[in-house]
Protein backbone atom coordinates (compact mmCIF):
# COMPACT_ATOMS: atom_id res chain seq x y z
CA UNK A 1 0.00 0.00 0.00
CA UNK A 2 1.39 2.98 -0.67
CA UNK A 3 1.49 6.27 1.15
CA UNK A 4 -0.36 8.82 0.95
CA UNK A 5 1.20 12.37 1.95
CA UNK A 6 -2.61 14.18 3.93
CA UNK A 7 -3.21 17.50 1.88
CA UNK A 8 -3.28 20.81 3.22
CA UNK A 9 -5.18 21.93 0.03
CA UNK A 10 -7.58 19.24 -0.55
CA UNK A 11 -10.49 21.07 -1.93
CA UNK A 12 -14.65 19.68 -2.58
CA UNK A 13 -15.26 23.02 -3.87
CA UNK A 14 -14.24 24.53 -7.59
CA UNK A 15 -11.43 27.23 -7.02
CA UNK A 16 -13.10 29.69 -9.31
CA UNK A 17 -16.38 29.61 -8.15
CA UNK A 18 -16.80 27.84 -5.20
CA UNK A 19 -19.42 25.60 -5.87
CA UNK A 20 -19.54 21.43 -5.27
CA UNK A 21 -17.04 19.43 -7.23
CA UNK A 22 -18.43 16.44 -9.28
CA UNK A 23 -15.95 13.72 -9.28
CA UNK A 24 -15.48 12.43 -13.20
CA UNK A 25 -12.88 10.17 -12.98
CA UNK A 26 -9.92 8.10 -9.86
CA UNK A 27 -7.22 7.74 -11.17
CA UNK A 28 -6.08 6.03 -8.17
CA UNK A 29 -2.58 7.01 -6.04
CA UNK A 30 0.33 8.98 -8.26
CA UNK A 31 3.65 10.46 -7.93
CA UNK A 32 4.55 13.51 -9.19
CA UNK A 33 4.45 13.76 -13.37
CA UNK A 34 8.42 15.45 -13.31
CA UNK A 35 9.19 13.11 -10.18
CA UNK A 36 12.10 11.22 -11.97
CA UNK A 37 13.98 9.32 -8.80
CA UNK A 38 17.35 7.83 -8.15
CA UNK A 39 16.69 4.36 -6.19
CA UNK A 40 17.78 5.41 -3.12
CA UNK A 41 14.36 7.81 -3.32
CA UNK A 42 12.28 4.92 -3.99
CA UNK A 43 11.59 4.67 -0.42
CA UNK A 44 10.20 7.95 0.43
CA UNK A 45 8.69 8.72 -2.93
CA UNK A 46 5.81 11.20 -2.73
CA UNK A 47 2.36 9.68 -4.07
CA UNK A 48 -1.30 11.91 -3.93
CA UNK A 49 -4.61 10.39 -4.24
CA UNK A 50 -5.75 11.92 -8.74
CA UNK A 51 -9.03 12.15 -8.59
CA UNK A 52 -10.75 14.53 -11.40
CA UNK A 53 -13.66 17.29 -10.94
CA UNK A 54 -16.06 19.23 -12.82
CA UNK A 55 -17.61 22.15 -11.57
CA UNK A 56 -21.45 22.53 -13.41
CA UNK A 57 -21.36 26.41 -12.44
CA UNK A 58 -18.17 27.84 -13.89
CA UNK A 59 -17.42 24.66 -16.32
CA UNK A 60 -14.02 24.52 -14.91
CA UNK A 61 -12.36 20.71 -14.83
CA UNK A 62 -9.74 20.59 -12.13
CA UNK A 63 -8.14 18.19 -10.02
CA UNK A 64 -9.41 17.88 -6.46
CA UNK A 65 -6.44 17.60 -4.90
CA UNK A 66 -2.94 19.21 -5.96
CA UNK A 67 0.49 18.38 -4.34
CA UNK A 68 1.99 22.11 -2.90
CA UNK A 69 3.26 23.79 -5.21
CA UNK A 70 7.36 24.01 -4.01
CA UNK A 71 7.08 20.02 -4.22
CA UNK A 72 6.78 20.23 -8.55
CA UNK A 73 9.10 23.38 -8.87
CA UNK A 74 12.10 23.65 -7.32
CA UNK A 75 16.02 23.56 -8.03
CA UNK A 76 15.69 20.15 -9.99
CA UNK A 77 12.47 20.71 -12.19
CA UNK A 78 13.23 18.35 -14.84
CA UNK A 79 11.67 19.96 -17.69
CA UNK A 80 13.15 22.30 -19.97
CA UNK A 81 11.28 23.55 -23.11
CA UNK A 82 13.87 24.04 -25.01
CA UNK A 83 14.58 20.23 -25.80
CA UNK A 84 12.33 19.75 -28.37
CA UNK A 85 12.98 21.84 -32.30
CA UNK A 86 9.20 21.98 -32.95
CA UNK A 87 9.12 23.78 -29.50
CA UNK A 88 12.04 26.72 -30.10
CA UNK A 89 10.48 27.04 -33.85
CA UNK A 90 6.48 27.45 -32.19
CA UNK A 91 7.73 29.92 -29.43
CA UNK A 92 9.79 31.75 -32.20
CA UNK A 93 5.78 31.93 -34.06
CA UNK A 94 4.55 32.94 -30.89
CA UNK A 95 6.65 36.01 -30.14
CA UNK A 96 6.41 36.48 -33.94
CA UNK A 97 2.54 37.19 -33.06
CA UNK A 98 2.39 39.03 -30.01
CA UNK A 99 4.85 41.72 -31.76
CA UNK A 100 2.38 41.81 -34.65
CA UNK A 101 -0.27 41.40 -33.20
CA UNK A 102 -1.45 45.18 -33.03
CA UNK A 103 -1.69 44.91 -29.57
CA UNK A 104 1.81 46.15 -28.18
CA UNK A 105 2.44 49.97 -28.15
CA UNK A 106 4.60 51.40 -30.54
CA UNK A 107 6.62 53.18 -27.76
CA UNK A 108 8.68 51.74 -25.59
CA UNK A 109 6.20 48.64 -25.23
CA UNK A 110 6.45 46.26 -21.90
CA UNK A 111 5.95 42.23 -21.86
CA UNK A 112 6.13 39.71 -19.31
CA UNK A 113 5.97 36.08 -19.18
CA UNK A 114 4.91 33.71 -16.39
CA UNK A 115 6.95 30.38 -16.16
CA UNK A 116 9.25 31.61 -18.74
CA UNK A 117 11.12 28.20 -18.11
CA UNK A 118 14.59 28.39 -19.93
CA UNK A 119 13.36 31.86 -21.78
CA UNK A 120 12.40 29.81 -24.94
CA UNK A 121 9.97 32.15 -25.87
CA UNK A 122 11.11 35.67 -23.89
CA UNK A 123 14.50 35.25 -25.84
CA UNK A 124 13.16 36.16 -28.75
CA UNK A 125 11.94 39.68 -27.07
CA UNK A 126 15.33 39.93 -26.11
CA UNK A 127 16.64 39.53 -29.15
CA UNK A 128 14.05 42.44 -30.63
CA UNK A 129 15.70 44.92 -27.86
CA UNK A 130 11.74 44.87 -26.13
CA UNK A 131 11.81 45.77 -22.57
CA UNK A 132 10.59 42.10 -20.95
CA UNK A 133 10.23 40.31 -17.72
CA UNK A 134 10.38 36.75 -16.93
CA UNK A 135 8.53 35.37 -13.69
CA UNK A 136 9.93 31.70 -12.98
CA UNK A 137 9.77 29.55 -9.89
CA UNK A 138 11.87 26.65 -10.61
CA UNK A 139 15.73 27.82 -9.81
CA UNK A 140 17.41 25.73 -12.21
CA UNK A 141 15.65 27.03 -15.35
CA UNK A 142 15.27 30.69 -14.28
CA UNK A 143 19.25 30.51 -14.24
CA UNK A 144 19.12 28.97 -18.17
CA UNK A 145 16.87 32.12 -18.72
CA UNK A 146 19.06 34.64 -17.71
CA UNK A 147 22.29 32.92 -19.29
CA UNK A 148 20.18 33.39 -22.09
CA UNK A 149 19.79 36.84 -21.72
CA UNK A 150 16.24 37.01 -20.64
CA UNK A 151 15.36 39.56 -17.65
CA UNK A 152 14.10 36.53 -15.01
CA UNK A 153 12.87 36.82 -11.38
CA UNK A 154 12.87 33.84 -9.35
CA UNK A 155 9.77 33.92 -7.34
CA UNK A 156 6.17 32.72 -7.85
CA UNK A 157 3.72 34.98 -9.17
CA UNK A 158 0.64 36.33 -6.91
CA UNK A 159 -1.02 39.38 -6.45
CA UNK A 160 1.56 40.93 -3.80
CA UNK A 161 4.77 39.83 -6.36
CA UNK A 162 2.22 41.68 -9.17
CA UNK A 163 1.97 44.97 -7.39
CA UNK A 164 5.95 44.92 -6.56
CA UNK A 165 6.40 44.46 -10.26
CA UNK A 166 4.37 47.48 -10.93
CA UNK A 167 6.31 49.71 -8.63
CA UNK A 168 9.25 48.70 -10.30
CA UNK A 169 8.83 48.22 -14.16
CA UNK A 170 5.33 49.59 -14.74
CA UNK A 171 2.16 48.29 -16.70
CA UNK A 172 2.51 45.47 -19.53
CA UNK A 173 1.11 45.94 -23.13
CA UNK A 174 1.39 42.03 -23.09
CA UNK A 175 0.67 39.70 -20.19
CA UNK A 176 2.01 35.89 -21.52
CA UNK A 177 2.28 32.38 -20.50
CA UNK A 178 2.30 29.33 -22.20
CA UNK A 179 1.63 25.57 -20.66
CA UNK A 180 1.58 27.50 -17.25
CA UNK A 181 -2.04 28.96 -16.19
CA UNK A 182 -3.28 25.45 -16.03
CA UNK A 183 -0.46 24.86 -13.52
CA UNK A 184 -1.71 27.54 -11.05
CA UNK A 185 -4.43 26.81 -8.28
CA UNK A 186 -4.51 29.85 -6.86
CA UNK A 187 -6.06 30.85 -10.06
CA UNK A 188 -7.82 34.12 -8.89
CA UNK A 189 -5.03 35.30 -6.80
CA UNK A 190 -2.99 35.14 -10.55
CA UNK A 191 -6.13 37.00 -12.70
CA UNK A 192 -6.04 39.84 -9.88
CA UNK A 193 -2.29 40.53 -10.20
CA UNK A 194 -2.49 39.76 -13.67
CA UNK A 195 -5.42 42.95 -13.92
CA UNK A 196 -2.99 44.90 -11.83
CA UNK A 197 -0.47 45.17 -14.16
CA UNK A 198 -2.36 45.36 -17.40
CA UNK A 199 -2.40 48.90 -19.46
CA UNK A 200 -5.87 49.84 -20.33
CA UNK A 201 -5.62 48.57 -23.78
CA UNK A 202 -3.02 45.69 -22.75
CA UNK A 203 -3.83 42.11 -23.24
CA UNK A 204 -3.02 38.77 -21.57
CA UNK A 205 -2.18 35.71 -24.01
CA UNK A 206 -1.73 32.61 -23.15
CA UNK A 207 -2.20 29.11 -24.17
CA UNK A 208 -2.85 25.69 -22.37
CA UNK A 209 -3.47 22.16 -23.31
CA UNK A 210 -7.19 22.42 -24.76
CA UNK A 211 -10.09 20.57 -22.84
CA UNK A 212 -11.80 20.37 -26.71
CA UNK A 213 -8.55 18.17 -27.64
CA UNK A 214 -8.65 16.06 -24.70
CA UNK A 215 -11.81 14.65 -24.66
CA UNK A 216 -11.86 14.27 -28.87
CA UNK A 217 -8.40 12.03 -28.59
CA UNK A 218 -9.18 10.45 -25.21
CA UNK A 219 -5.65 12.12 -24.47
CA UNK A 220 -5.98 11.34 -20.63
CA UNK A 221 -2.61 12.07 -19.74
CA UNK A 222 -2.69 15.70 -20.01
CA UNK A 223 -4.09 14.89 -16.28
CA UNK A 224 -1.10 15.24 -13.69
CA UNK A 225 -0.29 17.11 -10.67
CA UNK A 226 0.89 20.38 -12.08
CA UNK A 227 -2.55 20.53 -14.88
CA UNK A 228 -4.54 21.58 -11.97
CA UNK A 229 -6.98 22.50 -14.62
CA UNK A 230 -7.82 21.68 -18.15
CA UNK A 231 -9.32 24.85 -20.05
CA UNK A 232 -12.39 25.38 -22.46
CA UNK A 233 -13.14 28.82 -23.53
CA UNK A 234 -16.10 28.77 -21.77
CA UNK A 235 -14.41 28.07 -18.65
CA UNK A 236 -11.55 30.93 -19.54
CA UNK A 237 -14.31 33.55 -20.15
CA UNK A 238 -15.90 32.41 -16.95
CA UNK A 239 -12.54 32.58 -14.79
CA UNK A 240 -12.12 36.41 -16.29
CA UNK A 241 -15.74 37.57 -16.32
CA UNK A 242 -15.37 37.71 -12.54
CA UNK A 243 -12.17 39.57 -12.63
CA UNK A 244 -13.95 42.62 -15.19
CA UNK A 245 -11.92 40.91 -18.40
CA UNK A 246 -13.35 39.17 -21.25
CA UNK A 247 -12.10 36.86 -24.05
CA UNK A 248 -11.44 38.73 -27.28
CA UNK A 249 -9.87 36.20 -29.65
CA UNK A 250 -8.60 32.47 -29.48
CA UNK A 251 -6.65 30.60 -31.58
CA UNK A 252 -5.93 26.43 -32.16
CA UNK A 253 -2.55 25.37 -31.28
CA UNK A 254 -1.09 21.64 -32.36
CA UNK A 255 1.44 21.67 -29.01
CA UNK A 256 0.64 19.34 -26.37
CA UNK A 257 -1.69 17.65 -28.86
CA UNK A 258 -3.73 20.12 -29.00
CA UNK A 259 -3.78 23.47 -27.28
CA UNK A 260 -5.46 26.48 -27.20
CA UNK A 261 -4.31 30.49 -27.57
CA UNK A 262 -6.32 32.73 -25.50
CA UNK A 263 -6.75 36.56 -25.85
CA UNK A 264 -8.60 38.65 -22.82
CA UNK A 265 -8.72 42.07 -22.26
CA UNK A 266 -10.11 44.43 -19.83
CA UNK A 267 -13.91 44.34 -20.41
CA UNK A 268 -14.65 46.76 -23.59
CA UNK A 269 -11.00 47.48 -24.49
CA UNK A 270 -11.56 45.68 -27.88
CA UNK A 271 -14.68 43.68 -29.66
CA UNK A 272 -14.83 40.07 -29.23
CA UNK A 273 -13.69 38.21 -32.33
CA UNK A 274 -16.42 36.26 -34.40
CA UNK A 275 -13.98 33.16 -33.08
CA UNK A 276 -14.74 33.03 -29.67
CA UNK A 277 -18.34 33.17 -30.28
CA UNK A 278 -17.91 30.49 -32.64
CA UNK A 279 -15.20 28.57 -30.33
CA UNK A 280 -17.92 28.98 -27.26
CA UNK A 281 -20.98 27.59 -29.70
CA UNK A 282 -19.17 24.56 -30.95
CA UNK A 283 -17.85 24.02 -27.56
CA UNK A 284 -21.90 23.69 -25.92
CA UNK A 285 -22.42 21.21 -29.04
CA UNK A 286 -19.33 18.85 -27.83
CA UNK A 287 -20.87 19.05 -24.18
CA UNK A 288 -17.97 20.66 -22.89
CA UNK A 289 -20.25 22.25 -20.06
CA UNK A 290 -22.15 19.06 -19.69
CA UNK A 291 -21.24 16.47 -16.86
CA UNK A 292 -22.55 13.60 -18.85
CA UNK A 293 -20.18 14.64 -21.58
CA UNK A 294 -17.23 13.79 -18.65
CA UNK A 295 -18.89 10.65 -17.65
CA UNK A 296 -18.64 9.33 -21.17
CA UNK A 297 -15.00 10.31 -21.47
CA UNK A 298 -14.07 8.49 -18.31
CA UNK A 299 -15.95 5.08 -19.92
CA UNK A 300 -13.33 5.56 -23.06
CA UNK A 301 -10.07 6.32 -20.52
CA UNK A 302 -10.87 2.91 -18.90
CA UNK A 303 -11.40 1.53 -22.69
CA UNK A 304 -8.07 2.94 -23.44
CA UNK A 305 -6.11 1.81 -20.50
CA UNK A 306 -7.66 -1.67 -20.92
CA UNK A 307 -6.48 -1.85 -24.81
CA UNK A 308 -3.07 -0.77 -23.63
CA UNK A 309 -2.30 -2.99 -20.87
CA UNK A 310 -3.92 -5.82 -23.06
CA UNK A 311 -1.85 -4.95 -26.24
CA UNK A 312 1.65 -4.15 -24.34
CA UNK A 313 0.92 -8.12 -22.37
CA UNK A 314 0.05 -9.84 -25.68
CA UNK A 315 3.79 -8.48 -27.35
CA UNK A 316 5.59 -9.26 -24.00
CA UNK A 317 3.84 -12.82 -24.08
CA UNK A 318 5.38 -13.42 -27.39
CA UNK A 319 9.26 -12.18 -25.99
CA UNK A 320 9.46 -9.46 -27.36
CA UNK A 321 11.24 -5.70 -25.85
CA UNK A 322 9.53 -2.92 -25.41
CA UNK A 323 10.52 0.45 -24.81
CA UNK A 324 9.30 4.30 -23.85
CA UNK A 325 10.12 6.86 -26.27
CA UNK A 326 10.79 10.18 -24.22
CA UNK A 327 10.20 10.15 -20.50
CA UNK A 328 7.60 12.82 -20.37
CA UNK A 329 5.25 14.11 -17.57
CA UNK A 330 2.32 12.80 -19.39
CA UNK A 331 3.36 9.38 -19.66
CA UNK A 332 3.22 9.31 -15.38
CA UNK A 333 -0.26 9.79 -15.67
CA UNK A 334 -0.44 6.70 -18.20
CA UNK A 335 1.84 4.08 -16.75
CA UNK A 336 0.86 4.70 -13.01
CA UNK A 337 -2.78 4.52 -14.03
CA UNK A 338 -2.31 1.41 -16.30
CA UNK A 339 -0.07 -0.12 -13.79
CA UNK A 340 2.85 -0.24 -16.35
CA UNK A 341 6.33 -1.08 -15.28
CA UNK A 342 9.31 -2.91 -16.06
CA UNK A 343 7.22 -5.98 -16.56
CA UNK A 344 6.30 -4.53 -19.90
CA UNK A 345 8.40 -2.12 -20.39
CA UNK A 346 11.84 -2.16 -20.13
CA UNK A 347 13.50 1.08 -20.87
CA UNK A 348 12.42 4.66 -21.28
CA UNK A 349 15.09 6.37 -23.46
CA UNK A 350 14.75 10.33 -22.92
CA UNK A 351 17.10 13.07 -24.48
CA UNK A 352 16.93 15.23 -21.49
CA UNK A 353 20.09 14.78 -19.21
CA UNK A 354 18.80 15.67 -15.67
CA UNK A 355 16.06 12.69 -16.54
CA UNK A 356 18.83 9.94 -17.58
CA UNK A 357 20.27 7.30 -15.00
CA UNK A 358 17.34 7.83 -13.23
CA UNK A 359 14.15 5.77 -12.98
CA UNK A 360 10.29 6.88 -14.01
CA UNK A 361 7.93 8.32 -11.36
CA UNK A 362 6.06 5.59 -9.40
CA UNK A 363 6.87 2.93 -11.95
CA UNK A 364 10.65 2.67 -11.65
CA UNK A 365 11.58 2.03 -15.68
CA UNK A 366 14.84 3.04 -16.03
CA UNK A 367 15.63 6.23 -18.22
CA UNK A 368 18.32 5.64 -20.19
CA UNK A 369 19.50 7.81 -23.45
CA UNK A 370 18.74 8.29 -26.54
CA UNK A 371 21.82 6.71 -27.53
CA UNK A 372 20.81 3.89 -25.83
CA UNK A 373 18.10 3.44 -27.92
CA UNK A 374 20.21 4.09 -31.21
CA UNK A 375 22.22 1.19 -30.08
CA UNK A 376 19.76 -0.83 -28.52
CA UNK A 377 17.05 -0.98 -30.48
CA UNK A 378 13.75 -2.71 -29.21
CA UNK A 379 11.05 -4.16 -31.04
CA UNK A 380 8.21 -1.68 -30.00
CA UNK A 381 9.07 1.80 -28.99
CA UNK A 382 5.74 3.36 -27.23
CA UNK A 383 5.33 6.46 -28.12
CA UNK A 384 5.04 8.46 -24.34
CA UNK A 385 5.85 11.64 -26.44
CA UNK A 386 2.94 11.28 -29.16
CA UNK A 387 2.48 14.82 -29.62
CA UNK A 388 5.82 14.84 -30.72
CA UNK A 389 5.06 11.71 -33.13
CA UNK A 390 5.66 13.81 -36.39
CA UNK A 391 9.11 15.07 -35.21
CA UNK A 392 10.11 11.79 -33.74
CA UNK A 393 9.27 9.24 -36.59
CA UNK A 394 11.09 11.50 -39.19
CA UNK A 395 13.84 11.87 -37.45
CA UNK A 396 13.61 8.06 -36.56
CA UNK A 397 13.38 6.70 -40.04
CA UNK A 398 16.10 4.45 -39.14
CA UNK A 399 14.65 2.28 -36.31
CA UNK A 400 11.42 1.25 -38.42
CA UNK A 401 14.09 0.42 -41.14
CA UNK A 402 16.12 -1.97 -38.42
CA UNK A 403 12.41 -3.57 -38.35
CA UNK A 404 11.02 -1.34 -34.96
CA UNK A 405 7.43 -0.42 -34.93
CA UNK A 406 5.22 2.13 -33.01
CA UNK A 407 2.81 1.94 -30.63
CA UNK A 408 0.44 5.02 -29.43
CA UNK A 409 -2.25 5.20 -27.48
CA UNK A 410 -3.73 8.35 -28.83
CA UNK A 411 -6.53 8.57 -30.08
CA UNK A 412 -6.32 4.91 -29.83
CA UNK A 413 -4.23 2.06 -28.82
CA UNK A 414 -2.69 1.00 -32.00
CA UNK A 415 0.48 -0.20 -33.39
CA UNK A 416 1.23 2.63 -36.11
P1 LIG B 1 6.65 16.97 -23.84
O1 LIG B 1 5.58 16.42 -24.68
O2 LIG B 1 6.85 18.44 -23.85
O3 LIG B 1 6.53 16.41 -22.38
P2 LIG B 1 5.63 16.70 -21.11
O4 LIG B 1 4.58 15.63 -21.06
O5 LIG B 1 6.63 16.53 -20.01
O6 LIG B 1 5.04 18.07 -21.23
O7 LIG B 1 8.03 16.24 -24.26
C1 LIG B 1 9.24 16.61 -23.66
C2 LIG B 1 9.96 15.39 -23.17
O8 LIG B 1 10.16 14.46 -24.23
C3 LIG B 1 11.36 15.72 -22.66
O9 LIG B 1 11.63 14.86 -21.56
C4 LIG B 1 12.28 15.38 -23.83
C5 LIG B 1 11.56 14.24 -24.45
N1 LIG B 1 11.80 14.10 -25.89
C6 LIG B 1 12.77 13.19 -26.33
O10 LIG B 1 13.41 12.52 -25.52
N2 LIG B 1 12.99 13.07 -27.67
C7 LIG B 1 12.30 13.80 -28.58
O11 LIG B 1 12.53 13.65 -29.79
C8 LIG B 1 11.30 14.73 -28.12
C9 LIG B 1 10.52 15.54 -29.10
C10 LIG B 1 11.09 14.84 -26.76
Known amino acids: MKNL ?43 FPMKLGFSEKSKMIQLFHQPEPERMFHDEYAFFSSTSKYMSKHFEDFSEFVISSGYLEFKNPFVIELGCNDGILLKNFALAGIKHLG ?24 EELAKRILNQYGKVDAFMAANVMCHLPKISDVVRGIKILLKDKGVVIFEDPYLGDVIK ?104 VIAGYAATSKSTTVLNYCGIGQNLIDYICDTTPIKQGKYSPGMHIPVVSHNYF ?10 LAWNHSEEILEKEKNFINRGGSWITHVPEVKII
Do not use: W
Request: glycine share 6%; proline share 3%.
Open 374 to 383: INNPPDFALL
Open 217 to 320: KTSYDQIYDEHVFLFSAISVNYLFNLHGMELIDLYPQKTHGGSMRYVLSKKGAYKPSERVFETIKNEKILGLDNLEKFFEFSKKVEKSKHNLITLLQELKDTGK
Open 135 to 158: IEPSVNVAKEANKNGVNTINEFFS
Open 5 to 47: DLYSDEIAKCRVCNEKLSKIIDFGSQPLGNGFLGKSEFKNEFF
